[in-house]
């Protein structure tokens, strides 16, 4: 490792060489405004075009100015972060990209949590000293994300965790000069193309260009409706999130005070996805028991590995790019589905309303699950099971908009019977807790034994694809786990060359999974922000008292009144499903 | 971008995979294969694209935007005798905008289309490189060097009959 030395704005730092001017500023607390350049640090993910200018430095025996994110340091390097010379040459880069740039911060879904706006105000940027031509694109709605490329500055974050990341490859760079923007092949709706929804473009973008489907409306009308009951499940992934739209340290978990608001709001009923995804290891960790034990037998009809299906993202992303392996996955429903299709039934029924009179909202880490909600499979009559998904930044609208003050309510449990969970529920939130969780019961529903321990670390982290082996009573179980889709894809080709040796496989499309969701507050580049999520996962797993999705009491009832066995007819019928091909 | 929408044969088909595989189907002769697929085509319609894009295991969305962003590619079909004005630096000094707008008018399409027989197209280059010739017109295989808007007239009328 070769080290040289740099002086910064008279600070002198050594830095290993292949470190940028950005890199080693950061080692002196030298702050150097950035704008397209975006890194998640330890996730391996860097978007580093050098394209927008603003991140410019002086350079001693340099004439030009040099982009700091896109220079390496050179030994003996003088560099001036903040001279005249680049605070005027940083105002006119910001000037020129705001010269096409619709001015509608006022109304933009964003404001707040722009990066563009912020830098501007950073800046003290006050006149634009440019008129110029402006872009004009059309508005690309689709079940999850609106493309509004007018607000487009050309950073090419998207493109890059579409692409490089995600390996959808939905997002390109398309023509030159004032007429390049990011749009998909042939310019053709977002819907058409082949993206999965998994909103990374969305949580990336530094301006307006990319945002959610705004339900909230909807839901507020939907509340003021007398004939209607609206209930109301929210994800794990959204509690240990929520707290940063209203200033919280991240990885500060609000279940309660979640739960308080919804009610305040005017939900009639609060209630859990986490007891839905109690139901789905219940029918999933069944089903691999099943399909081991026919393996294990010798059947060859038998696929193995079976991989995790409650990633909607992923199952988009399988049928439109892996249409050859639709009989991989697990049958199972995702727990966002199981929820609706046991509320609009046997809760349903509880109450004494019809399925039409009763509102399926659900609160999400993703916007992939505005999509899975509208599925046609996922509907009686026309009627979904689940009739609004939305964002936890959209309850985070819905909140602000409907309660002065978040911070102060009191902490409030969710309602029975769909509102109990155990710990095995709340890990789901996280890459590695969907397999965790059906490891805890799979165990002891296979070996009839009372597992050892219940925490196995061997497959929590944050590497990109993990492998561990858990010994089932003698029988090894192979398990491997893989979080965004560009390591799930690694996994996917293993299996179709026949290499693959997992006997299950965890997948989930967001780096970190549903805790980096594409519906979660904008992290803004700091990987701390999703380590601080996991962690609180983890906390609020071990403060439960039952921590085994088997031995949830309402879970047990629910078998009991209504459906009968894990795989029986009734939860075929209610909560598995099918995949299509829909490769174009 | 608009395009017209056609099926391909099966030869044709055939034909756009033998360049892949000429090329190994490497991801990283992108160019190569669309230059070359464009001399047999004469233009790179959606369809085109499509069997690249498997071919060379590359999303669409990216060979879309290799195709539109070097100007030599073109997604309509260009004219029988297509028509190549030179904007290097040296011909716009010397009046290649003028000779352009002067064809742009005369046949009535703009930069990037053809002529509703099929006869002309019109495109703009960066520099074919014989500055000392500016304003250069190529049409077809032909180089007009010195070319003025008056002349446009005249080296259309070469065509009309051929």
Redesign the interface.
């Known amino acids: 490792m070769e080290l040289i030395k740099v002086t910064i704005d008279n600070k002198v730092v050594e830095v290993e060489k292949g470190t940028t001017i950005l890199g080693a500023a950061k080692k002196v607390n030298v702050d150097i405004p950035t704008l397209c350049h975006f890194k998640l640090h330890d996730m391996n993910i860097e978007n580093k075009p050098g394209g927008c200018r603003i991140c410019v430095v002086e350079v001693d025996g340099r004439k030009n100015l040099a982009p700091a994110c896109a220079t390496d340091c050179t030994e003996g390097m003088v560099i001036k972060s903040h001279s005249v010379r680049v605070i005027n040459a940083r105002k006119t880069v910001m000037e020129l990209i705001l010269s096409d740039h619709p001015f509608e911060c006022l109304v933009c879904a964003k404001s707040g949590t722009c990066d563009l706006q912020s830098l501007a105000q950073q800046l003290g940027i006050r006149k634009i000293h440019f008129e110029g031509k402006k872009s004009s694109y059309r508005l690309d709605t689709s079940p999850s994300i609106i493309r509004e490329m007018n607000k487009c500055i050309m950073c090419r974050r998207c493109e890059m965790m579409c692409?490089k990341v995600q390996t959808?490859?939905?997002?390109?760079?398309?023509?030159?000069g004032f007429d390049?923007v990011v749009?998909?092949?042939?310019?053709m709706n977002l819907k058409n193309?082949?993206c999965t929804y998994c909103g990374q473009c969305v949580s990336v973008c530094p301006t307006g260009a990319l945002t959610e489907v705004d339900d909230t409306a909807r839901i507020i009308r939907a509340l003021a409706d007398p004939s209607k009951t609206v209930i109301v499940q929210t994800a794990p992934a959204v509690r240990v999130a929520l707290g940063e739209e209203f200033g919280m340290e991240p990885g500060t978990i609000v279940t309660g005070k979640m739960v308080a608001a919804l009610r305040r709001i005017g939900f009639d009923q609060v209630f859990d996805t986490d007891f839905a995804a109690d139901l789905t290891i219940m029918e999933e960790g069944s089903e691999l028991l099943n399909r081991l034990g026919k393996h294990l037998a010798g059947d060859k009809t038998v696929k193995l590995p079976m991989l995790t299906s409650c990633c909607p993202a992923w199952v988009n992303f399988f049928e439109k790019q892996f249409p050859d392996m639709l009989d991989i996955p697990s049958t199972a429903k995702s727990p966002q589905q199981m929820f609706g299709a046991i509320a609009k039934t046997y809760l349903a029924d509880k109450m004494g309303i019809k399925r039409e009179d009763l509102v399926v909202v659900s609160v999400m880490p993703c916007l992939a699950k505005k999509y899975e909600a509208q599925r046609d499979e996922f509907k009686t009559n026309g009627n979904p099971d689940v009739d609004f998904s939305i964002s936890t930044r959209e309850l985070a609208h819905l909140i602000k908009q409907t309660i002065r003050d978040f911070d102060s309510l009191p902490d409030e449990d969710f309602d029975r019977p769909m509102g109990e969970s155990t710990g095995a529920g709340v890990i789901f939130g996280t890459t590695g807790g969907v397999i965790e969780a059906a490891v805890r019961s799979a165990y002891e529903l296979h070996t009839h034994k009372k597992l050892p321990r219940l925490n196995f670390e061997e497959l929590r982290g944050l590497e990109g694809i993990r492998e561990a082996t858990i010994d089932f009573d003698g029988l090894p179980i192979k398990i491997g786990i893989a979080h965004g889709l560009g390591n799930a894809r690694k996994l996917l080709e293993d299996i179709r060359a026949g290499r693959s040796h997992f006997h299950a496989i965890e997948i989930m499309s967001c780096p970190g999974g549903c805790i980096g969701g594409g519906g979660q507050p904008l992290h803004h580049g700091h990987s701390s922000i999703i380590k601080a999520r996991q962690a609180a996962i983890y906390k609020e797993d071990a403060g439960k008292a039952i921590r085994k999705s088997h031995e949830n009491p309402d879970i047990i009832k629910l078998y009991d009144e209504f459906l009968g066995t894990p795989l029986g007819e009734k939860s075929h019928h209610l909560l598995h499903t099918e995949y299509f091909n829909r490769k174009k | 971008m608009a395009t017209t929408e056609i099926v391909l044969k099966e030869k044709q088909v055939q034909q756009i995979k033998d360049i892949c595989k000429q090329f190994n189907n490497e991801s990283g002769e992108l160019i190569n294969v669309l230059h070359k697929t464009q001399s047999l085509f004469g233009y790179l319609p959606s369809e085109v694209q499509v069997v690249i894009a498997q071919e060379l295991n590359m999303s669409l969305a990216k060979v879309f935007g290799v195709v539109t962003f070097y100007s030599y590619f073109t997604m309509t079909p260009r004219g029988e005798h297509p028509i190549d004005v030179c904007m290097g630096t040296a011909c716009y000094v010397r009046g290649a905008e003028k000779v352009l707008e002067e064809f742009k008018r005369q046949l009535k399409i703009e930069v990037g289309e053809t002529t509703l027989d099929g006869k002309f197209s019109i495109n703009s280059l960066r520099c074919v490189g014989a500055c000392g010739l500016a304003p250069v017109v190529i049409v077809g295989d032909k180089t007009y060097g010195a070319v003025t808007s008056a002349d446009v007239k005249n080296i259309l009328k070469e065509y009309e009959n051929k």
């Open positions: 692409n959808v490859g939905a997002l390109s760079a398309i023509n030159r390049s749009s998909t092949a042939f310019e193309s082949t």
